[in-house]
């Protein structure tokens, strides 16, 4: 049986580096901190660096879900981000944007307001 979404993991060459710049990002710390893995709970989900592998735009993408998608776009544009693809509505008021972060990947953000966000907290 599947749960649904647990853990997405981004490949990094600079495994100190991103983990600053994802605590930042996400406003914590990681729960687990080891020179194999950087693991950070966000919301009942976890984003997981690995220092192996090649980072980059074809893989999959994880959608972190925001309340506000342009200040959360403009947050992280802030802190190094680039925009991949802009905000767009994608129907039923639901928008989507992705984030390049500073080491290749992306970084899927949306709005959906059909989701109770409180309920996964």
Avoid at 7 to 36: C, I, M, S
Avoid at 91 to 103: R, T, W, Y
Wanted: with cysteine; net charge negative; hydrophobic share 45%.
């Amino acid at each position: 049986m599947i749960h649904g979404m647990r853990t997405t993991k981004y490949p990094v060459a600079d495994l100190a580096k991103a983990k600053a710049w994802f605590a930042e990002v996400f406003g914590k710390a990681p729960y687990f901190d080891q020179p194999f893995y950087v693991g950070f709970e966000i919301g009942g989900f976890e984003l997981g660096l690995v220092p192996d592998g090649e980072p980059g735009t074809q893989g999959c993408t994880a959608y972190w879900g925001v309340d506000d998608i342009e200040a959360e776009v403009a947050r992280i544009v802030g802190l190094g981000a680039k925009v991949h693809a802009d905000i767009q509505d994608v129907g039923d008021s639901i928008k989507v944007a992705e984030l390049q972060d500073p080491f290749g990947n992306l970084l899927g953000l949306i709005y959906n307001p059909h989701f109770d966000l409180k309920a996964v907290r």
